[in-house]
């Protein structure tokens, strides 16, 4: 049973632009985050998408409408996909919660999660996809921590290793589930 997955990351919002650490709030595009998720739409339209699912943070899902109006393919939203919970640092500036990813690998960031937690809800995620849609290809539009969460559970690389050096972003990443 094997799914072809794809992963890209939301648009750009307004707290990326000014350096906060969103986290489990809402967030919301901004005008280059709106054209970027219109490109989002183009690079993807020949990739024959049976399914988008998305993280059902607002800003995963104006990325998706954006990219995918009409709802072709269907887009369905899966909390499993949100961002770390980064606690009482949601809303807080980037730079402060970067410094501090790799002390909540296994312990969670206070009022939040771990990474660890991501890194389970996406595995719980992606063992329910191969169940239900075997032979399938998506398109996963989620955050920064499902990111690292995939290429530990997929690729086998070290967490530690992924939150302490984030590999830089590009536009999708191919995988087998």
């Known amino acids: ?4 997955l794809v ?5 750009t919002t307004t707290d990326n632009e000014d350096g906060i650490a969103t986290g489990w709030l809402p967030g919301r595009l901004s005008d280059l985050g709106r054209r970027q998720a219109l490109e989002l739409g183009e690079r993807r339209r020949e990739d024959r998408l049976d399914t988008v699912f998305v993280s059902d ?3 995963a899902v104006e990325t998706a409408r954006l990219a995918f109006p009409g709802g072709v393919p269907p887009i369905r939203q899966d909390v499993r996909l949100r961002e770390c919970d980064y606690g009482v640092l949601n809303g807080r500036s980037a730079a402060l919660v970067a410094a501090r990813r790799t002390r909540h690998i296994d312990d969670p960031f206070p009022g939040g999660q771990s990474y660890r937690q991501v890194v389970a ?4 995620f992606l063992r329910d996809l191969v169940a239900e849609l075997d032979g399938a290809s998506v398109l996963v539009i989620a955050h920064s921590a499902n990111r690292w969460a995939l290429e530990h559970l997929l690729t086998g690389k070290a967490l530690p290793a992924l939150l302490a050096d984030p590999p830089p972003w ?3 990443w191919h995988y087998t589930v």
């Open 57 to 59: 943070l607002h800003r």
């Open 7 to 11: 992963y890209e990351t939301h648009a």
């Open 170 to 172: 590009q536009p999708g």
């Open 1 to 4: 049973m094997t799914v072809r």
């Open 121 to 124: 809800a996406t595995s719980a």
